[in-house]
Structures are given as C-alpha cells and as structure tokens.
C-alpha cells in the first residue's frame, strides 16, 4: 500500500533513506539505533516506511507482524516536524497495514516519560496492558517500559485517513 497526498507521501524504506532516517534518529533518542540496526530491519523482513514531505524523509516507522500480531518497533517524527500531525498519520498507516495483514492485536513499548507517545497511543484506541521492568536504558541506569495493545477488533470505528 502506497499511500500519497499533497502534503506527504508513505512509502518502503530503502537503503538510500538511511542516512536521513539515522540522522532523524539521533536527533530524537538518547540511545538511538545506528544504521546497521535499521539495515537489519529491512533484510530480516519487517515493514519499514518512511514518510516523505516534498522528497524529503521526516519520519519513518518499523513495523514487525508475525501472524496476526504486529509490533511497532519504532515510530519518530523528526524534531521540526513534531505536533503538525504527521506521528499520528504514520500510526494510523501502521494501522492499517496490519489490519490489511490480518492483525488481531499490535503491540508496542514506550517510556513512562515519553508522554506525547503515550497521548497519541491512548488518542488512537492503545491501552496499557503491562510493564517492563528496566526494559531501556537511562542515563541513571535502566527505565521500565510501559507496554501497549491495540486489539484490532475495538477499532472498527476508526475512519483511517490518509
Ligand atoms: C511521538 C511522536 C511520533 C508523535 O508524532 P507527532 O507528529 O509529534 O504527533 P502528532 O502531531 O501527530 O500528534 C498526535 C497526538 O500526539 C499527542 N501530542 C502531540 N503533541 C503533544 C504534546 N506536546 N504534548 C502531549 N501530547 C501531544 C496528542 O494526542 C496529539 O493528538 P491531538 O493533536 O489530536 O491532540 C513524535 O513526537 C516523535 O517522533 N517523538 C520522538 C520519537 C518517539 O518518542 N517515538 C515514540 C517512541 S515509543
């Protein structure tokens, strides 16, 4: 599924993107994945997209769906494009790759501190179902991680748009 718009275009990452998504990547996380990690991704088979705006990459997301669950291994917006409403496209595309995938339920972690992530999961219908103790890392040693479920069958309601 390609999805464009005038504003933006979703596509498969490609390995000519990875300069710009590692560099979106630094800029985003304390411990950010460096670029073998996402060219890892792509060779074992997950869905990686990128988003685009006028060519260029603003922000991408993994995407890992193995029967009929998935897992969001990573979602970012580069900083400058951040609270426009584009982290909330990408989710809703994510969305509806698994439900064309046949997804019952996606799954993703997230940092209790990491409260806009966690207002965008709670605003798209995800609900806390358990913690990782010490799942990341921290400057001051590990952060638990809050993990989250999407079931599928709740979101009937959701007119996905692109
Ligand atoms: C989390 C992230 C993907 C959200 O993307 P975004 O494009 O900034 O978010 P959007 O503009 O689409 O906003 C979607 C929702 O997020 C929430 N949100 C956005 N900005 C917020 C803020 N400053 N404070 C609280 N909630 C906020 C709101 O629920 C918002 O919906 P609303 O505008 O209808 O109220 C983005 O901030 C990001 O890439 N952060 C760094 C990487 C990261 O933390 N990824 C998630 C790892 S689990």
Redesign the pocket.
Known sequence: MEIKNLDFDINEMQDSDLIDVTSIERE??DFPWNESIFRDCLLSGYKCFTLKKQGIVI?YAILSIVMDEAHVL????GQK??????????LDYLVGESQQAGVKKIF????PS????I??Y??KGFEQIAKRSSYYRHSNGREDAEVYALNMGKIGYIDIQY
């Open positions: 985003s996380y922000g990573n979602i970012c917006i494009y951040q609270n426009l409403g584009f982290g909330d496209k990408l993703l972690e997230v940092r990491n409260k806009k992530a207002a965008l709670r605003k």
